[in-house]
């Protein structure tokens, strides 16, 4: 055991066990609260592995973004400040699939792998991986702007109200004749 | 470095992630447990980085990165879906979404349909 095991192993277990309160907490912005905790050792685990940039990506994107976007997703449903009890659906059949899945899987990799050990790699620094996106991945990379274009361009019809939507949706009122063929192009989108 | 240790908390984190999006009835939970699914497959992709000798140097990191940025684009649309359900039917419990056609036409649509009817009779 190297002091890159023993970091591994630490970092595992934080992130397993704040995997675990996010999955069976009763507090929802406390389930937001503990992914924070979950992805942060995952990123600890990136950068003991040598994986610099994804390890900054991960707190930029995960840390940053993403579980702000959920907390404001859970005040905007008017979560429940505290416990809440009707959060779980009655499930030995999900403990079963993912305990299934989990465990599973972990037998699959420790037998693939047992105790062996490898040397780690250079380190994968945003100078290597820029060279690695912009030469052999660059078309993958352009798709993948495309896709968040227009995923950003899906968020933003999907949250408009009067967007892709018959008329009478602005405000309740039926629609007047003047109205009507707006409306029904609308209804056709 | 053993990488049996990134692997198996990987493989925990997938099962804790299915566990939470079939357990929980709350849809910003299901999104939360999606999030957990998807970060143990990065964890398999960068730990995969160190054992496997790929013909192309970092390419598990660079298959991290491009799943972190599907990730963001998930995220923005499940929210904005979420946050329709909410507006639309104010709950954001996952069983309580009807799968079939509702028998009524959701009121959002009658007007329209309506004044499609009078415009078809004139």
Redesign the interface.
């Known amino acids: 055991m190297t002091g890159a095991d023993l970091l591994l192993l630490a970092l595992g277990a934080v992130a397993v066990g704040s995997g675990v309160l996010v999955v069976t907490t009763k507090h929802l912005v406390r389930a937001g609260l503990y992914l924070v905790i979950c992805l942060g050792a995952l990123a600890g685990d990136y950068l003991v592995l040598s994986a610099e940039l994804v390890a900054w990506v991960q707190v930029l994107i995960y840390v940053g973004a993403v579980v702000v976007l959920l907390l404001f997703a859970v005040m905007l449903t008017r979560a429940p400040i505290g416990a809440s009890d009707d959060l779980d659906r009655p499930g030995w059949p999900a403990a079963l699939i993912g305990g299934g899945a989990g465990l599973g899987l972990s037998v699959l990799l420790v037998d693939a792998y047992r105790w062996g050990s490898v040397a780690l790699p250079d380190a994968g620094s945003a100078e290597r991986l820029g060279e690695q996106i912009f030469q052999s991945w660059v078309l993958p990379f352009e798709v993948l702007s495309v896709l968040l274009l227009s995923a950003l361009v899906g968020a933003v019809v999907l949250s408009r109200p009067d967007i892709g939507r018959p008329g009478p949706a602005r405000d309740g009122r039926p629609a007047p004749a003047e109205d009507l063929a707006d409306a029904d192009s609308g209804g056709r989108r | 470095?053993?990488?049996?240790?990134?692997?198996?908390?990987?493989?925990?984190?997938?099962?804790?992630?299915?566990?939470?999006v079939?357990?929980?009835?709350?849809a910003?939970?299901v999104?939360?447990?999606v999030?957990?699914m998807l970060?143990a497959v990065?964890?398999i992709l960068?730990?995969a980085?160190?054992?496997a000798r790929a013909v192309?140097?970092?390419?598990g990191?660079?298959f991290?990165?491009?799943v972190?940025?599907?990730?963001?684009?998930?995220?923005?649309?499940g929210?904005?879906?979420?946050?329709?359900l909410?507006?639309l039917r104010a709950t954001?419990?996952v069983?309580d979404v009807p799968l079939t056609e509702p028998a009524r036409p959701a009121d959002?649509?009658?007007?329209?349909?309506?004044?499609?009817d009078?415009?078809a009779g004139r």
């Open positions: 470095m053993r990488p049996v240790i990134p692997y198996v908390t990987a493989a925990l984190l997938f099962g804790l992630g299915v566990y939470g079939l357990r929980r009835r709350n910003v939970l999104l939360m447990a999030e957990l970060n990065n964890l960068v730990t980085d160190t054992t192309l140097p970092h390419s990191q660079v991290a990165l491009f972190i940025v599907l990730a963001a684009a998930e995220i923005g649309v929210l904005a879906i979420v946050l329709q909410y507006r954001v419990a069983d959002a649509r009658e007007p329209a349909a309506a004044g499609r009078r415009e």
